[in-house]
């Protein structure tokens, strides 16, 4: 998960653990996530459009590359001037919300995967 803040990202990790999902990493800068992106290559991944350090598109970018699916959970809209090939494939979730309802699209989204 890439979220910038600690209070929703650990609402989103309670109800993650509470609908039995585990082996999650949250990063919370787009530095953190492109070291790990280096060194890892996760199943799904979670993430903000803006961080603390910048905009999310270089992981955005990463991801596609990489072949990783991904969900965006943000309060942004699309931003215009973002090249719309960083979003194939992807699913959008407004932020506030619910975080038993992401955590259940999140689920539903690693059950077709």
Not at 15 to 24: I, P, R
Not at 40 to 47: G, I, M, R, T
Not at 72 to 90: A, D
Request: hydrophobic share 40%; aromatic share 8%; charged share 25%.
């Amino acid at each position: 998960m890439l979220e910038d803040q600690p209070l929703i990202s650990l609402d989103i990790e309670e109800a993650l653990t509470d609908k039995g999902m585990s082996n999650f990493v949250t990063l919370r800068s787009q530095k953190e996530a492109m070291a790990w992106l280096e060194r890892s290559s996760p199943d799904f991944v979670l993430l903000d459009l803006y961080l603390n350090d910048g905009d999310s598109q270089p992981v955005l970018a990463r991801l596609q590359k990489n072949s990783i699916p991904f969900m965006i959970y943000t309060g942004s809209e699309k931003p215009p001037e973002w090249n719309v090939e960083l979003f194939e494939g992807s699913e959008w979730m407004s932020k506030p919300s619910d975080p038993d309802a992401l955590a259940d699209r999140i689920k539903t989204r690693l059950a077709v995967i």
